[in-house]
């Protein structure tokens, strides 16, 4: 039997003074970011968006912008530095050469660089957050969709999928964390990077139902 034995490296460079940019995320179409429903409702919404637990309110997860963001970037910019994990599934960059990689992380055997790009949730601004309270009901529409067998005989399989109309407006927070030392990556480096990731995601779409139009965005810089 062999034994394989790794030294994994953590990247101890010196931490610059983080920059703060508040963005408004504008919905130009119909949001959908699945959550978890409490319970299976016969009849009810199969997929719910995500909601604050204590407001009842949608938001959109940092963790939901930054990840859709890395992913265009890895297929778009940087499909070079790619690699194959196992079985021909492709894994997230993590060549520490690549800017990618040492923008949003990442974590190997040998080596774990943290993330320099914090991506916070946003929240409805302050005059949506108002008119949810007035009327909630106006932020969720139930879609009905039905998914049909094309080639086999069989029945329509509806299914219900919660969304957030267009128009809405949510904000947060996207800090930079500026690096000096090994695989560092400097202040215009990090907001050149974050500048094209949001020039693909309003190219593209945020999350579920892209194909059918949803999830246009628009990216307005605040208090800059």
Same mark, same amino acid.
């Given at each position: 039997?062999?034994?394989? /034995?790794?030294?994994?490296?953590?990247?101890?460079?010196?931490?610059?003074?983080?920059?703060?940019?508040?963005?408004? !995320?504008?919905? %130009?179409?119909?949001?959908?970011? @699945? +959550?978890?429903?409490?319970?299976?409702?016969? +009849?009810?919404?199969?997929?719910?968006?995500? %909601?604050?637990?204590?407001?009842?309110?949608?938001?959109?997860?940092?963790?939901?912008? %930054? @990840?859709?963001?890395?992913?265009?970037?890895?297929?778009?910019?940087?499909?070079?530095?790619?690699?194959?994990?196992?079985? @021909?599934?492709? +894994?997230?960059?993590?060549?520490?050469?690549? &800017?990618?990689?040492?923008? /949003?992380?990442? #974590?190997? %055997?040998? &080596?774990?660089?943290? #993330?320099?790009? !914090?991506?916070?949730?946003?929240?409805?601004?302050?005059?949506? *957050? *108002?008119?949810?309270?007035?009327?909630? #009901?106006?932020?969720?529409?139930?879609?009905?969709?039905?998914?049909?067998?094309?080639?086999?005989?069989?029945?329509?399989?509806?299914?219900?999928?919660?969304?957030?109309?267009?128009?809405?407006?949510?904000? +947060?927070?996207?800090?930079?964390?500026?690096?000096?030392?090994?695989?560092?990556?400097? *202040?215009?480096?990090?907001? #050149?990077?974050?500048?094209? @990731?949001?020039?693909?995601?309003?190219?593209?779409?945020?999350?579920?139902?892209?194909?059918?139009?949803?999830?246009?965005? !628009? /990216?307005?810089?605040?208090?800059?």
């Amino acid at each position: 039997m062999l034994l394989y /034995f790794y030294t994994i490296v953590i990247m101890t460079n010196t931490m610059k003074t983080p920059i703060i940019r508040t963005y408004k !995320i504008v919905l %130009k179409t119909w949001l959908h970011i @699945g +959550g978890s429903g409490d319970s299976l409702k016969i +009849g009810g919404i199969d997929s719910e968006v995500v %909601k604050n637990p204590l407001t009842w309110a949608p938001y959109i997860p940092g963790s939901s912008i %930054k @990840g859709r963001m890395r992913a265009l970037l890895e297929m778009v910019d940087y499909s070079g530095d790619l690699e194959e994990v196992s079985g @021909g599934v492709i +894994g997230p960059v993590s060549n520490p050469e690549s &800017l990618v990689a040492r923008a /949003f992380g990442c #974590s190997t %055997k040998t &080596l774990k660089l943290a #993330s320099k790009l !914090i991506f916070e949730d946003f929240a409805l601004t302050d005059e949506y *957050q *108002q008119k949810f309270e007035k009327l909630w #009901s106006d932020f969720y529409e139930d879609k009905a969709e039905n998914t049909v067998p094309r080639f086999l005989k069989g029945s329509a399989n509806p299914r219900h999928m919660e969304r957030v109309p267009a128009g809405v407006e949510f904000e +947060g927070r996207i800090i930079i964390i500026p690096e000096e030392g090994e695989y560092w990556a400097s *202040q215009s480096d990090l907001e #050149s990077i974050l500048d094209r @990731g949001i020039e693909l995601l309003e190219a593209t779409f945020l999350w579920g139902g892209g194909s059918r139009w949803n999830g246009r965005v !628009i /990216f307005e810089k605040i208090d800059w």
